[in-house]
């Protein structure tokens, strides 16, 4: 069962009113979205998502609760785009929860758990080409070694990615078990205790497969465009390199420019445009209910003018 997190306070933070114009750019399992559906009773609700099993499920959770809102079923880096098609150009509220949904997680057959045994594969659309056995069995040594320190900050990645290709020298790699053993037999046993030795690895890997960085900054850039004067953008992130984009991309348009922050007086055309609001993580006793959440972030901007 997916828990979706930080939801009252990241609900809050939109401001609903009866008539607003949302997007949810990760529909997922619907949690916040259902949410958001009954607050605005005369707006609308536009939801991405690119995993036809979360469709499939929220669409049922969704019509349970009204008819005005439309699943677009698309990677939200075309959230401009898509809404053009359908005559939108602003909005007033856009929300990203950047978690992967727990039934992905728990779904063996998708191979984005460590936890389970199961053909490598973490695509979040089943269309795509790449996959996490081909991340793993065809990209270069240096190729693995800075997905791993990039995407997974992991300290091991030299002798991981070493192993993986001695390793596939002799057969190719095709289950998240025998990665996880790879991965085991190579780190020291001290790093074994402190966590799950393979989950760093695996965060690599979903995120090259599913190009998750580049697309949520892009995405996150178009989004700013999209919100009318009064509006949210609000962000869940799980961990530090999706927060320090979106932290990054708030401050480069909430701050004064440098050169003027002196001035007693800031000119008008100067001033910026977006408001830093909120920074939080979620309270103990929702970690305590939901450990998946004991990393998340929500981060909250509003356009001013």
């Known amino acids: 069962m997916h ?24 529909l997922g399992y619907g949690g916040h979205s259902s949410n958001v559906l009954k607050e605005i009773k005369k707006g609308f609700l536009f939801a991405f998502d690119q995993d036809q099993d979360a469709i499939e499920f929220s669409s049922k ?82 190729d693995l070694i800075k997905i791993f320190r990039d995407f ?21 790699i095709e289950t998240t078990g025998e990665l996880v053993e790879i991965i085991k037999s190579v780190v020291p046993e001290k790093y074994k205790r402190n966590h799950h030795p393979a989950r ?49 991309i708030f401050k480069s348009v909430s701050d004064i420019p440098k050169e003027l922050k002196n001035l007693p007086i800031i000119p008008e055309e100067y001033q910026p445009k977006y408001k830093i609001i909120a920074n939080i993580a979620p309270t103990d006793s929702e970690v305590d209910d939901n450990n998946r959440s004991r990393s998340a972030r929500l981060r909250v901007i509003e356009r001013v003018k």
């Open 200 to 248: 760093k690895v695996f965060q690599a890997i979903r995120i090259e497969v599913n190009h998750e960085l580049e697309v949520f900054e892009n995405s996150l850039k178009q989004a700013l465009d999209l919100i009318k004067v009064g509006g949210r953008v609000c962000v869940i992130t799980f961990h530090s390199l999706e927060d320090r984009i979106c932290k990054d």
């Open 61 to 142: 959770r969704l019509s349970g609760i009204g008819n005005n809102y439309e699943i677009i079923y698309s990677n939200f880096v075309n959230i401009k785009s898509e809404l053009e098609k359908r005559n939108v150009t602003e909005v007033d509220g856009i929300l990203y929860d950047l978690g992967v949904s727990s039934p992905q997680l728990d779904k063996a057959d998708r191979g984005f758990s460590f936890h389970n045994d199961a053909i490598l594969d973490m695509r979040m659309d089943k269309k795509q080409s790449l996959t996490a056995k081909l991340v793993v069995n065809t990209y270069s040594y240096t």
């Open 152 to 172: 997974g900050e992991e300290k091991y990645a030299g002798s991981i990615a070493k192993k993986i290709v001695d390793y596939r020298a002799e057969k190719e």
């Open 3 to 26: 828990i979706s997190v930080l939801l009252n306070e990241s609900i809050a933070y939109l401001k609903l009113k009866e008539n607003s114009v949302i997007v949810d750019c990760t």
